[in-house]
């Protein structure tokens, strides 16, 4: 087995659900850290969710998010996300240009 450290960085540029990460056949995800910033001082809000074919899971809803600001898109310092083949990590602004979301992670193929 391989075990490799990633990020995945997007700017969201629409209000479109985006993905972030998207497990490809035979792998697993561990995510370390969701970084969400704001680069246009202004307030807003993002959701995430893991889509698994026809399921959608909400972990994060309309979280706010202040104008020049970080936040942590997961709870806690030792906090981890475990994603199976097939899932797709998703992102949703409510303002596009506004929000920059980090995603690290440990791939494991």
């Given amino acids: 087995m391989?075990?490799?450290y990633k990020n995945s960085k997007v700017d969201l540029t629409t209000t479109d659900a985006t993905?972030?990460?998207?497990?490809?056949?035979?792998?697993t995800i561990i995510i370390k850290s969701i970084i969400i910033c704001e680069d246009s001082n202004n307030d807003d809000s993002i959701s995430l969710t893991i889509v698994n074919g026809d399921d959608t899971f909400q972990f994060l809803k309309d979280t706010f998010v202040?104008?020049?600001?970080?936040?942590?898109?997961?709870g806690?310092?030792?906090a981890t996300l475990v994603l199976t083949e097939?899932?797709?990590?998703k992102a949703t602004a409510a303002t596009a240009n506004r929000?920059?979301?980090i995603?690290?992670?440990?791939e494991i193929t």
């Avoid at 202040?66 to 997961?74: D, R, V």
Wanted: hydrophobic share 40%.
């Fill in 2 to 4: 391989a075990h490799t």
């Fill in 19 to 27: 993905a972030l990460i998207t497990v490809a056949s035979g792998s």
């Fill in 66 to 74: 202040g104008a020049k600001s970080t936040i942590q898109g997961m």
């Fill in 76 to 78: 806690g310092h030792n």
């Fill in 86 to 89: 097939s899932d797709i990590l």
């Fill in 99 to 101: 929000l920059h979301v």
């Fill in 103 to 106: 995603t690290s992670y440990l």
